[in-house]
């Protein structure tokens, strides 16, 4: 198993313009979840979803679209980038109801984004 | 979600036990405490969760206070490769339920 795959590793925009980092995972988790991580300063939710069809909203999701139509993969879109949207971007999976420890979050290696 | 407090930073002498504090005075009744680490600019890492008992597993032990309102993760022999951002984090018990990361404490291991 790969486990959670990012890509792009690193990423640097313009402002205004569009991207999608990629966030794909081999361990047939229900639950997937984005998170931004800015210099010295912890985790937060961006957005989430709990199955195939459906996402919902965490912390700070402005700016930000997600869609999940597969189980394996979660897209981040950023529309119209901003400089106040460089940060490290982590993906995240866990397994849904009756599988391995609930609330244990498999995390990808991150993808740092710079917006100019 | 309930809050939790960490101190911002902790030293531990390579070897010795290393006690990080969390307070959590909101909790409920059907929330959790885990713990997370961060390595660096790595993804963080899952340690360790509990209700109310104690619980030790390969990494470490969490010791939660019977009011439930503070927790202790305790790494029995810190080294140098423990240093890292620990995360205490309160969450409810259904596997859709939100991971909602604090600041954490960064603890320093030396030598």
């Known amino acids: 198993n790969a486990g959670v795959t990012q890509t792009p590793k690193f990423q640097v925009l313009k402002t205004g313009q569009s991207m999608t980092l990629q966030c794909a995972q081999d361990?047939?988790?229900?639950?997937m979840s984005w998170y931004r991580q800015d210099p010295g300063m912890g985790l937060r939710l961006i957005h989430y979803?709990?199955?195939?069809?459906?996402?919902d909203q965490g912390e700070v999701p402005n700016g930000y679209n997600v869609s999940r139509s597969t189980t394996e993969d979660f897209p981040l879109r950023l529309l119209s980038a901003a400089p106040s949207q460089t940060s490290v971007y982590f993906c995240?999976?866990?397994?849904?109801?009756?599988?391995?420890?609930?609330?244990?979050?498999?995390f990808g290696e991150g993808s740092r984004l710079t917006v100019l | 979600d309930a809050k939790t407090t960490q101190p911002t930073s902790m030293d531990c002498a390579e070897g010795r036990a290393a006690n990080l504090p969390c307070n959590h005075s909101?909790?409920?009744?059907?929330?959790?405490v885990y713990w997370y680490r961060q390595i660096h600019s790595q993804g963080p890492q899952y340690i360790i969760h509990?209700?109310?008992n104690n619980e030790t597993n390969e990494m470490a032990s969490l010791i939660i206070t019977e009011d439930r309102k503070s927790s202790t993760l305790i790494l029995p022999h810190a080294t140098l490769r423990d240093t890292a951002v620990y995360y205490c984090?309160?969450?409810?018990?259904?596997?859709?339920?939100?991971?909602?990361f604090g600041t954490g404490t960064r603890l320093q291991v030396f030598p």
């Open positions: 361990m047939n988790h229900e639950y």
């Open positions: 509990g209700l109310k």
């Open positions: 979803s709990v199955g195939a069809g459906i996402t």
């Open positions: 995240a999976s866990t397994p849904g109801a009756g599988g391995g420890r609930p609330g244990e979050l498999f």
């Open positions: 984090i309160v969450r409810g018990s259904y596997n859709t339920d939100k991971l909602i």
């Open positions: 909101t909790i409920s009744g059907n929330e959790y």
